[in-house]
């Protein structure tokens, strides 16, 4: 017979934010539903975020006295925190204690704990990461429950800008009613927001940024006579530049650490052949049917293209794997770094280092490499792309006294190495090659801004502005080169060609001894 065991209870601790809450402290404990106890071992930590009134002794008290049906813990910070650093203590102790979920309740009463139950559904279902209760999720009720016209017109216009900045769809982003999954909060740099009032805000962008799930529930909207302490216009402004700051890192501009959420790897490697690109022009430069040595092949997108538009034969190195879905007719598992792989060079008519050499630690010693391993194949055509320091973005921001490395783009925060049009062509002469042909490409616009009618305008204003001058507004260089054949195969050929000369010369001679007249077949 089987003895049913039951599955493990999940932990949920109920966070109290206070500050100044020593008259509403206790009614907001007794709020809680205790119902809770029934599906979850819940636990309550109350922080009183240094309060100049008698909350934290209103939390000792409703400790002891309150006869509440889960454990109470009572923490007092003291040296003021702010709204977001308080947040940051608690979800940390729930991080630390090994608690499942984490429960945002402010210790004013404005956010109903009645509404607990419902809200931690998505949760406990698996469906989502995050809960936040809306206000506005419910057409006018908002208005109705006492929120002055201006926040809520306040709140309705930085949510469409969040919304439209962060490709989001959510009602509401100012919500102080959050629910989160520990693993959730555990798998961000929560710690690095702001202590401030838009650390609501930036977890959200983590969230994103992260590709975690946040749903939305309705919840009753309550203004009583607690005391704002929101300087509105100065939070909105910090709402706005902590949402530009995501929107910038998202196009390669700007970098925040706090918004490295995403997965590691190659991921952010796309293929950008459908407009002017490093891709698009290899695709130009390349023979239909070249047996191809792609290094660096970043996922094998440009390899996959190579197959399926020009028929050619593709070998790919990388120390990432393929991308799923990609397959390529062979794959060499080796870093760059530790040089060029050991094998056959002769075999390849094409040899691809599309955004590889900023990424290496000595890119001179590793295109001095390549040079050896082509010395007797001096017809092999080598493709490089690079970013272009000299473009004037990063020129401006050093103007502005800025330089800042991102996620992606020229100032890629895995750049080992930064070049312009002269500094990179010099890489490949004064190492062996042959320049054949430059170009400067724009900004990869359709990626950044999607593909559209504004993305397209750019492109070509900033295809336009690059045959004015390459160096200042092209994004990223372009370069064909071939190796110059060494010494001992310039030898080889001319010793090669000399016997073939000789011996051509010395059959003429005996023709011409043979015939006093040299008939046609002779000559």
């Known amino acids: 017979m089987d003895i049913f ?15 100044h809450a020593e008259t ?16 979850y071992h819940v636990e309550v930590l109350i922080i009183d975020d240094s309060s100049k009134d008698m909350t934290f002794e209103a939390g000792l008290k409703a400790q002891r006295e309150g006869n509440l049906p889960f454990r109470v813990h009572v923490l007092y910070n003291p040296v003021n925190q702010g709204y977001g650093g308080n947040q940051k ?4 102790y729930a991080i630390e204690n090994k608690f499942d979920y984490v429960a945002l309740v402010h210790g004013d009463g404005q956010y109903a704990p009645e509404c607990l139950v419902e809200l931690l559904e998505p949760l406990k279902s698996g469906k989502a990461d995050a809960v936040f209760g809306s206000r506005m999720l419910v057409r006018g009720q908002a208005l109705k429950g006492g929120m002055p016209l201006y926040k809520y017109m306040g709140n309705k216009i930085l949510t469409w800008f969040e919304n439209r900045m962060l490709k989001s769809n959510l009602s509401e982003f100012h919500s102080g009613y959050r629910l989160y999954s520990v693993a959730g909060l555990a798998s961000v740099p929560f710690d690095l927001n702001s202590n401030e009032f838009h650390f609501d805000t930036e977890i959200i962008i983590q969230f994103i940024v992260a590709g975690l799930r946040i749903s939305e529930l309705p919840i009753p909207t309550y203004y009583g006579d607690e005391i704002c302490r929101v300087d509105g216009l100065k939070y909105a402004w910090d709402v706005v530049k902590a949402v530009l700051k995501a929107r910038a890192q998202s196009m390669g501009l700007f970098y925040c650490p706090n918004f490295d959420c995403a ?3 190659n991921e952010h490697y796309q293929t950008k052949a459908g407009y002017l690109s490093p891709h698009s022009e290899t695709l130009r430069h390349v023979r239909p049917g070249s047996r191809v040595l792609d290094l660096g092949c970043a996922g094998g997108y440009v390899g996959m293209l190579l197959k399926k538009e020009l028929g050619c034969t593709v070998t790919a190195v990388d120390c990432f794997p393929l991308a799923p879905g990609n397959s390529l007719d062979e794959f060499i598992d080796h870093d760059l770094n530790q040089g060029v792989p050991d094998i056959d060079f002769g075999q390849f008519d094409c040899i691809l280092l599309l955004d590889v050499i900023e990424h290496l630690t000595r890119p001179e010693q590793f295109v001095r490499s390549l040079r ?27 103007v502005l006294g800025h330089f800042n490395y991102g996620k992606r783009g020229i100032l890629d925060m895995t750049h080992c190495r930064l070049f312009t ?9 004064q190492n062996g090659f042959r320049v054949e042909f430059v170009a400067g490409v724009p900004g990869p616009y359709p990626l950044a801004l ?12 900033n295809s336009l502005a690059i045959k004015m001058n390459k160096g200042l507004f092209s994004y990223q260089i372009f370069m064909v080169s071939k190796s110059l054949p060494s010494l001992a195969y310039l030898l080889a050929h001319a010793v090669e060609q000399s016997e073939i000369r000789s011996n051509s010369k010395a059959i003429r001679s005996q023709c011409q001894s043979v015939c006093a007249q040299p008939s046609e077949k002779c000559a």
């Open 5 to 19: 065991k039951p599955e493990r209870m999940s932990r949920l601790l109920v966070l109290v934010v206070a500050y």
């Open 24 to 39: 509403t402290i206790s009614a907001v404990l007794t709020r809680i539903p205790s119902s809770l106890v029934d599906a």
């Open 89 to 92: 203590i608690g979800y940390h």
């Open 263 to 265: 997965g590691r790897g």
């Open 372 to 398: 050896k391993a082509l010395e007797q194949h001096p017809e092999t055509t080598v493709i490089a792309s690079t970013g272009n320091i000299g473009f004037f973005i990063p020129r401006l921001m050093l």
């Open 421 to 429: 049009f002269g500094s990179f062509r010099r890489l490949f002469i």
């Open 450 to 461: 999607g593909d559209n009618a504004l993305s397209r305008f750019v492109l070509r204003l």
